[in-house]
């Protein structure tokens, strides 16, 4: 059916296609190894190199992103780690233009894991829910925080889909988001690909009930620019 050369032409570009990908394979997979261990290396790379570099990388871990998530799961470990070392390298090329947008037209958004088990806010489709002020979890105290730095709100995240609706609805300059790694790696793509400035805080802890985060990194992202 085929000449002995089309035969010989597939082949060959078979070959180089699964040569591109165990390439892209390896590459990613190192890339990931060496950041997650070190997560200041993004911020050397940022400083030393141009952002191009960042870029590539980032191109080359989105491209393998679901085979490599499976690979580090099978070899025992959390696939999440793609997703931390993915929002790390994102942050620091958004950093510079979150920082740049005044605190009056920035949003947080915080998942509502983060919540007391207690917490008696009730939620709404288009607005989420807000903080009661109860003190019984960190989301009070962030809530303190963007009232001091006069942020323009901090809601609280029932899910997904909410994320697109607050935006639309409250038109931000900027986001910062909380949430789970691979939660906050899908929100960076989601809001910088409608052109807006994201930040993103992984948990400490997460779950579905009574996580955690380092409050004192959420401060220091909040108060991005505060020192220009
Ligand atoms: S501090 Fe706010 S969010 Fe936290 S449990 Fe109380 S009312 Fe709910």
């Known amino acids: ?96 233009s979150f920082a740049a947008v005044p605190y009056e037209d920035r949003l947080v958004l915080v998942p509502q894991c983060l919540r007391n088990i207690d917490c008696k806010t009730s939620f709404n489709s288009v607005e989420g829910a807000r903080c009661l002020g109860c003190g019984k979890c960190k989301i009070y105290d962030i809530v303190k925080k963007a009232k001091i730095l006069g942020y323009m709100g901090v809601y609280i995240a029932p899910g997904g889909g909410f ?31 409608q052109g807006i400035p994201v930040q993103g805080v992984m948990l400490l802890r997460d779950g579905c009930v009574e996580t955690d985060v380092d409050l004192k990194e959420v401060y220091e992202v909040m108060e991005y620019g505060s020192k220009q």
């Open 163 to 193: 994320v697109r609706r607050i935006i639309k609805e409250k038109k931000p300059k900027a986001v910062l988001g909380l949430g789970c790694a691979w939660e906050v790696n899908a929100g960076l793509v989601e809001v910088s690909n």
């Open 1 to 96: 059916m085929f000449s002995q050369q089309t035969l010989s032409l597939i082949g060959t570009i078979a070959l180089i296609g699964v040569g591109v990908f165990i390439f892209t394979l390896l590459f990613s997979l190192g890339a990931v190894y060496l950041i997650f261990r070190d997560k200041k290396l993004v911020e050397k790379i940022h400083s030393t190199t141009s952002h191009i570099i960042l870029d590539i990388l980032l191109f080359f871990l989105d491209l393998s992103y679901i085979p490599l998530k499976k690979i580090i799961s099978l070899t025992g470990r959390n696939g999440n780690r793609i997703d931390v070392v993915l929002v790390e390298i994102r942050n620091m090329l958004l950093r510079k």
